[in-house]
C-alpha cells in the first residue's frame, strides 16, 4: 500500500498542509497514521477520502457538511455533480457504460458517432475531457480500476493517431514548425497528440517526440534546428519537475522560439515566465493560439 506526506497529500488534492490539521482537529473522520517519530502519514484510503472531500469543497459544500455524510452519501454527491457537470453527460455515460464492460466494439462504435456528428475536436473537448474528470472521479470512490481507465484512453489515442495520419501530407502556405514533447516524468500524451492532430490540421509541420524526453537529449539534437514552437506539457500533479528550471532550460537555449507549455504543474506554477513563454491553460487556448497564427499570416499577406 501506496504511503503519502502531508506535502503529498497538498500536493494532489490541493488542500493546504495548514487547512487538512485545521481539519483533522475539528473532525474525527479524517485520522492520518503516524510514524513511530510521529509524523504524520497517508495510505491510497485516505488519499481517496481527501480527493473526495476536496471536490465536494471545491463545489461549495461546506467541510462541516460534508464531514457528517457517510462514504455513500459522498459518493453520491461526487455523482451528481458529475451528472450536472456536462451537457453531454448521456453521451458521457454511454461510453462509461462500454468501459466498465470492456466492450471495445460499443465504446468503438459510440465515440465514432460522436466524432461523425459533432467532429473530432469537439469531441475531445466535450465529451472526452469530461470523461476522463468523471473517470478519475470514480477512482477516487473506488468504481473502477486503473485497467479501465487504460482501456478507454488507448482507444482515445487509436481515435487520434487515425486522425493525425490523415493530416500527414496537408501543408500550408503559412507553415510553421512545431516540436512537441514530454518531460521524462510525464506519460499521460493524449493533450500532446491532440495538440499535434490540431497543429498538422491547421498546416503546420511537427516533430513529435512523444513522451519522457531528456532536456539534455532534446538540446543535442535540436540546438541549431530552426524551430517556430516548442510546446509540452506536464500534467501528472503528485511527480514534481522543476518548473523554473524547465522553463529557463528551453528560454535560453531556444531564445528566438515560441515556447508553449500546459499542463496542471505549468499552471499552477508561481514560476517567474520568461519572456518567449506562453503558459496556455485549456485545450481552447492551445486551438485559439495555432488559429492566431494562420490568421496573422492571412494578415500580413
Known amino acids: 500500500m501506496a504511503t503519502f506526506s502531508i506535502k ?16 483533522e482537529q475539528r473532525f474525527s473522520f479524517i485520522k492520518p497514521k503516524r510514524t513511530e517519530t510521529n509524523i504524520r502519514y497517508y495510505d491510497d484510503e485516505d488519499l481517496k477520502l ?7 469543497n471545491n463545489h461549495n459544500v461546506k467541510i462541516s457538511e460534508i464531514a457528517k455524510m457517510t462514504a455513500s452519501e459522498m459518493s453520491n454527491s461526487i455523482i451528481k455533480l458529475s451528472d450536472s457537470s456536462s451537457k453531454f453527460t448521456h453521451q458521457i455515460k454511454d461510453l462509461i457504460s462500454s468501459m466498465m464492460s470492456f466492450d471495445e466494439l ?10 461523425n456528428d459533432i467532429g473530432l475536436e469537439k469531441t475531445y473537448i466535450n465529451i472526452i475531457l469530461p470523461f476522463l474528470t468523471e473517470v ?3 477512482w477516487q470512490i473506488g468504481t473502477i480500476q ?7 484512453t488507448n482507444i482515445f489515442k487509436q481515435k487520434l493517431f487515425c486522425h493525425i495520419d490523415n493530416q500527414i501530407a496537408n501543408k500550408g502556405e503559412c507553415s510553421k514548425k512545431f516540436l512537441l514533447f514530454l518531460p521524462e516524468t510525464e506519460t499521460h500524451s493524449l493533450n500532446l497528440l ?15 517526440l512523444g513522451q519522457e524526453v531528456p532536456l539534455e537529449d532534446l538540446k543535442n539534437a535540436f540546438k541549431n534546428e530552426s524551430l517556430d514552437y516548442i510546446f509540452t506539457v506536464a500534467t501528472i500533479s503528485h511527480l514534481k519537475i522543476p518548473v523554473q528550471e524547465m522553463l529557463n532550460f528551453l528560454s535560453d537555449n531556444w531564445p ?22 506562453h503558459v496556455l491553460k485549456k485545450p481552447d ?17
Open 106 to 115: 460499443g465504446f468503438h462504435s459510440k465515440l465514432n458517432e460522436l466524432i
Open 50 to 56: 481527501l480527493l473526495n472531500i476536496s471536490v465536494l
Open 136 to 138: 478519475g472521479m470514480f
Open 256 to 277: 528566438q522560439t515560441q515556447i508553449l507549455v500546459s499542463g496542471y504543474q505549468f499552471i499552477t506554477s508561481d514560476a517567474k515566465i520568461p519572456s518567449n513563454v
Open 146 to 152: 486503473p485497467s479501465h481507465e487504460h482501456f478507454a
Open 285 to 301: 487556448d492551445f486551438i485559439n493560439f495555432v488559429n492566431g497564427i494562420s490568421a496573422e499570416f492571412v494578415r500580413n499577406s
Open 8 to 23: 503529498d497529500i497538498e500536493s494532489l488534492t490541493g488542500i493546504k498542509s495548514h487547512t487538512l490539521r485545521i481539519w
Open 194 to 208: 491532440f495538440a499535434n492532430y490540431i497543429i498538422r490540421s491547421r498546416g503546420h509541420d511537427v516533430i513529435f
